[in-house]
């Protein structure tokens, strides 16, 4: 299981979850080429720990364990996974 981003970071996308994060799983940084081409940030889903350190710092809510990922934004599990080629 990892966590996963969602529809609320697009918009948004401030990389306040970056910083939270302690094993650096969460990508396009701001100093990436990528960063300007993605309309939101991803979880890499196997170098993910699962600590949640990035769900209370995100202002919008967008990051969700899997398990409490809402249906209507099921399809972005494998969006995140897919970033990273997972
Ligand atoms: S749950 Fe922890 S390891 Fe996973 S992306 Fe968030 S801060 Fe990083
Ligand atoms: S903190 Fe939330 S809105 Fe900001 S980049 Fe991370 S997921 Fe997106």
Do not use: Q, R
């Not at 990035?54 to 996974?81: G, H, M, Q, R, Y």
């Amino acid at each position: 299981m990892a966590y996963v981003i969602a529809e609320p970071c697009i918009g948004t996308k401030d990389t306040a979850c970056v910083d939270a994060c302690p094993v650096d799983c969460i990508h396009p940084k701001k100093d990436e080429p990528e960063y300007e081409k993605e309309e939101l940030l991803y979880i890499d889903p196997v170098e993910c720990i699962d600590c949640g350190a990035c769900v209370p710092v995100c202002p919008v809510s967008a990051i969700f364990a899997l398990d409490d990922l809402p249906e209507k934004w099921a399809s972005f599990t494998a969006l995140n996974a897919a970033y990273y080629g997972k």
